[in-house]
């Protein structure tokens, strides 16, 4: 007996109750990823969701699957950034714009970095939207280059790291500050495009308490 596969039931129109049963699963899928990161199994999702685990692989036969469908729109997320970015007067400030707009995505959605480096390389589709927003950030790079607005040697390639880094702080500060992330995203990004005027550096540093639970609990 022939059988169908994945994408020839994505083809396929939904009926309207398996159309709001997809919705709902993207849609608790899109916050469990954003508030767990990329662990969050298919099982998790369903229950979440309010679904028989049998509804979710239905829809999606992996992981994999799920995160293509989630991929695309963070890639558009991440690519009006970059479009508002470059609408900026100078370089300066639109690799300014960009980075913090990229680290405040990050601040709030703790799988983008993680779910955006590892997408499915057998997704052609994918593949071509991360390459085109690596494209557009580059041009960013380059013209904040030109105008000797950028610290000698950056590249567009170091901005997921500086992402990852400041994710790292807002995953672990969350419950006594969920802001704090932006006093340490203004530190790295002062120090690879520093600003035309120089501003106080913003929020403050935790009180040793406050820091010594960050430091040692598991990330929030």
Request: glycine share 4%.
């Given at each position: 007996m022939p059988t169908t596969s994945?994408?020839?039931?994505?083809?396929?129109?939904?009926?309207?109750?398996?159309?709001?049963?997809?919705?709902?699963?993207?849609?608790?899928?899109?916050?469990?990823?954003?508030?767990?990161?990329?662990?969050?199994?298919?099982?998790?999702?369903?229950?979440?969701?309010?679904?028989?685990?049998?509804?979710?692989?239905?829809?999606?036969?992996?992981?994999?699957?799920?995160?293509?469908?989630?991929?695309?729109?963070?890639?558009?997320?991440?690519?009006?950034?970059?479009?508002?970015?470059?609408?900026?007067?100078?370089?300066?400030?639109?690799?300014?714009?960009?980075?913090?707009?990229?680290?405040?995505?990050?601040?709030?959605?703790?799988?983008?970095?993680?779910?955006?480096?590892?997408?499915?390389?057998?997704?052609?589709?994918?593949?071509?939207?991360?390459?085109?927003?690596?494209?557009e950030m580059t041009a960013l790079v380059d013209r904040a280059h030109r105008e000797g607005a950028l610290r000698e040697g950056f590249q567009a390639r170091d901005v997921p790291m500086l992402v990852v880094m400041v994710g790292a702080v807002a995953d672990r500060t969350r419950a006594c500050d969920p802001d704090l992330w932006r006093r340490y995203g203004q530190m790295l990004i002062d120090g690879v495009c520093p600003p035309a005027v120089e501003s106080p550096l913003r929020g403050r540093p935790l009180e040793r308490q406050e820091l010594e639970l960050a430091l040692n609990a598991a990330p929030a």
């Open positions: 994945h994408a020839d039931r994505e083809a396929r129109p939904l009926r309207a109750d398996a159309l709001r049963n997809r919705e709902r699963i993207l849609a608790t899928a899109r916050r469990l990823f954003a508030e767990r990161g990329i662990s969050v199994t298919l099982n998790d999702v369903a229950h979440e969701a309010g679904v028989g685990v049998g509804t979710v692989y239905r829809r999606f036969p992996d992981k994999h699957a799920l995160v293509d469908a989630l991929l695309s729109a963070k890639f558009e997320t991440l690519s009006a950034l970059v479009e508002r970015a470059a609408a900026c007067p100078t370089g300066r400030e639109a690799m300014r714009a960009y980075l913090l707009g990229a680290l405040e995505l990050r601040a709030s959605d703790r799988a983008l970095a993680d779910v955006i480096v590892r997408a499915h390389p057998a997704s052609p589709a994918l593949r071509r939207d991360r390459d085109r927003i690596d494209a």
